[in-house]
């Protein structure tokens, strides 16, 4: 029997491929389909952040505990929330539009590769 894909491994995944497809996307200029194409792929792969990390919550913490988890992932969704579009405006006001995307990549991809020197090893 084929053992399921971790939820760890997918968000590692989709943090640093999004990140790269946000990254990307300066160099898109005013190509419209290629930036259509890096905005479905950066949208599809780290939209669902939130309820994937739940789920993560959920594969590594006590039932007990899924309660507290869901609140403290409410809290830093509403604090990105409120944060987020204060930096990208200051970029934008500083005359640099792309940064937003490049500072939201790097994030993604630092997501990403931080996950990959933290997860847990597998000795099979």
Do not use: C
């Amino acid at each position: 029997m084929e053992r399921p894909v971790r939820t760890e491994k997918i968000l590692i995944f989709a943090g640093t491929a999004g990140g790269l497809a946000f990254t990307l996307l300066p160099l898109a200029g005013g190509h419209f389909v290629f930036t259509l194409l890096l905005l479905l792929a950066a949208g599809g792969l780290v939209g669902s952040f939130f309820s994937l990390g739940l789920s993560y919550a959920a594969d590594i913490l006590p039932r007990n505990l899924l309660p507290a988890a869901n609140v403290v992932s409410s809290f830093h969704f509403s604090i990105g929330s409120i944060i987020g579009p204060g930096i990208g405006g200051l970029l934008l006001e500083f005359g640099w539009g792309s940064g937003v995307f490049v500072l939201l990549g790097s994030f993604y991809i630092l997501f990403g590769l931080t996950g990959l020197l933290f997860s847990p090893r597998q000795l099979n």
